[in-house]
């Protein structure tokens, strides 16, 4: 980070000017006031497409946990979606097997459910990096869905489970055909988890995280417990990603074990890459423009998309490496110096 | 033969073709991956390539079988040669994230080219009439095709064993996967020898593609179908290692095979089961350095 936010502070010592540094990181922007306003907007403006709407704000939620453990820990997983399937599917038995159909306590056993298989997965592979990391992640994901297949009688296998009922939000408002109470609470709770997301980066707990990303030997030689704060990301990335999954189950009522599939982890991916990993508000972008354009190409034909998906990959690779967001800023900084000789 | 023997029989047998199939697609991926550490999550894409042209070789040219395999190795190689110049190339010193984000993102860019072209239904090829029977060897029979398979692996095996062994390139190629920094300095051209290797690599694998047709049917998922398995045997194996891919794809296979045989639901378990328990004892596989 650049030296010169922490020169207004000469003269404290040092321990000050890190609590300075970090207090003017976690200041608020007023442009981060927009996604929320755009989302309010969208639930007048699209009254009609608030089931949709629904979807995109969890998948925003999923990017943004997956933000957490590869933009800001640098864990490149490919197994991501294990820990949605798993809040989908904790959500789904709790209504269906153990007849607990209040949703708001169906997300926090989601939660609780994936963080726990978070924080047991994360402390055995998160030892491991390049292939043998990403194979163990594909892996583990795999052996969930295999494992759910297994157990056709409970989880219904690929044919899924359709029909969950639950108790209305609050216990006041009732679920309407077109989704507008689905989509509020998609967004209550994608507010109250990306406030806790900011907070935990800004913090010198994310502050570490980023020591690890850029340069582990170091922070190893500073002895920082590395394992340890990549394990504790892991898990609160995968609880997040549970509560995900768990409104996925909830808006959709209904699950299959596709949330599994390879293509989810891949999707979440992509969403993150295209909008811009290790800034919070790529998961907003790059998942608003992966959904749109699915609900668009997908109509036309699945191949259309399928290829779009491909040719964003790589172009963003090629092109755009920090993602849409990166390229906005690149494109203001020239602005910036065109106004200023 | 007692009924215990005769299905260890089949599991050995069945699973050593499947195992000849994992090694002769994922060799190829071994090697590059040793050479450059390239992430190439695009490899299955060219086995699924090869398989269409060789279903198209046959159907609309009238190759035969062993002419369309041949020339599939040809093509798709020399193809793959355009795609490692244009796209790879750029990204050899990028991060692990980057190559695997750029290779993902062919795959999906082929699969629904070939959906669009040859639609997802399953495709099959009409196999020449000795290939199609049964063989019988020390009095027990034995699907053709699968006999042939082992023996097209074998062969390829020792082909592979003696240009790594005992030719010159071979050697150029273990020393640049030992230590690619002392390969340059003493003069070897990695760059060339990676790009060689990735043809043959490829070439491979669109072979594995074609002989596969037989044994799955080909749809154009098989390129992210059983992508996780190439991976499962490079990983297993030991980055750019022969012998460890060659062990890893045995017991891959048969592990897999055997698990199908002795309690169908599980089938699919078992071999991530064994793959993550040796992964975890041995993070760089039963062959590679640590």
């Known amino acids: ?341 | 033969m007692s009924a215990t023997a005769n299905i260890i029989v089949s599991i050995l047998f069945e699973g050593l073709a499947y195992a000849m199939f994992l090694f002769i697609v994922s060799v190829g991926l071994s090697v590059t991956m040793g050479l450059m550490g390239f992430v190439n999550l695009a490899h299955g894409a060219f086995a699924m390539a090869g398989g269409y042209l060789v279903l198209t070789a046959m159907r609309s040219w009238d190759v035969p079988f062993f002419a369309a395999l041949a020339l599939t190795f040809v093509v798709v190689g020399a193809a793959s040669v355009v795609f490692e110049r244009v796209f790879y190339a750029r990204l050899y010193k990028a991060t692990e994230l980057d190559q695997v984000l750029l290779t993902i993102g062919l795959a999906f860019m082929a699969i629904a080219t070939y959906t669009y072209i040859y639609g997802p239904r399953p495709q099959s090829i009409v196999l020449p009439s000795y290939l199609t029977g049964q063989i019988d060897i020390a009095s027990r029979t034995f699907p053709a095709y699968r006999v042939f398979v082992i023996a097209v692996g074998a062969a390829l095996t020792a082909a592979l064993w003696y240009a790594f062994e005992r030719t010159n390139i071979g050697a150029k190629i273990r020393a640049a996967v030992d230590n690619r920094r002392m390969a340059q300095s003493i003069g070897i051209d990695v760059d060339r020898l990676f790009t060689l290797t990735f043809a043959v690599g490829s070439g491979l694998a669109a072979l594995g593609g074609g002989l596969a047709i037989d044994l799955f049917g080909l749809t154009p998922s098989f390129a992210v179908l059983y992508l996780v398995f190439f991976l499962l045997v490079v990983a297993v194996g030991g980055l750019g290692s022969l012998k460890g891919t060659l062990a890893a794809a045995i017991l891959l296979g048969v592990c897999d095979t055997a698990g199908k045989y002795i309690y169908a639901g599980a089938g699919g378990f078992i071999i991530y089961a064994v793959a993550m328990l040796i992964l975890l004892i041995k993070p760089a596989g039963l062959y590679g350095r640590e």
């Open chain 1, 1 to 341: 980070m650049a030296a010169s936010d922490v020169t207004a502070a000469v003269g404290l010592d040092a321990r000050d000017r890190a609590r300075a540094f970090l207090a003017t990181r976690h200041r608020f922007g007023i442009f981060e006031a927009l996604p929320w306003v755009l989302a309010v907007a969208a639930f007048f403006v699209f009254p009609d497409r608030m089931a949709f709407g629904s979807q995109v704000l969890l998948m925003v939620l999923f990017a943004l946990s997956l933000d957490l453990i590869l933009g800001f820990a640098g864990i490149v997983s490919l197994g991501h979606a294990a820990f949605f399937g798993l809040g989908a599917y904790t959500a789904a038995l709790l209504t269906l097997r153990g007849g607990w159909e209040e949703p708001i306590s169906g997300l926090i056993v989601a939660a609780a459910v994936a963080a726990v298989a978070g924080a047991a997965s994360g402390w055995i592979l998160l030892r491991y990096r390049g292939l043998t990391l990403l194979v163990l992640t594909l892996a583990t994901t795999i052996m969930l869905q295999e494992l759910g297949n297994l157990w056709r009688d409970v989880t219904g296998g690929y044919d899924g489970l359709p029909g969950l009922t639950f108790t209305p939000l609050l216990g006041h408002f009732d679920y309407d055909l077109y989704g507008h109470v689905n989509y509020l609470y998609a967004l209550a709770v994608l507010f109250v988890l990306f406030m806790a997301v900011r907070t935990i980066v800004y913090s010198p707990f994310g502050q570490t995280l980023a020591g690890i990303r850029e340069n582990v030997a170091r922070m190893h030689a500073i002895g920082s417990p590395v394992h340890l704060r990549l394990v504790t990301v892991y898990t609160i990335a995968a609880a997040i990603a549970g509560v995900a999954g768990a409104l996925f189950t909830q808006t959709n009522q209904y699950v299959t074990l596709g949330v599994f599939d390879f293509d989810n982890s891949a999707g979440v991916l992509v969403m993150l890459i295209l909008g811009g990993a290790g800034r919070l508000y790529g998961a907003f972008i790059g998942a608003v423009i992966y959904m749109v354009l699915q609900d668009y190409l997908s109509k036309v034909s699945p191949q259309y998309w399928q290829f779009a998906v491909g040719l964003l990959l790589v172009l963003t690779v090629m092109f755009a490496r920090r993602g849409l967001l990166g390229l906005a800023e690149d494109a203001m900084k020239l602005f910036a110096r065109g106004k200023r000789p």
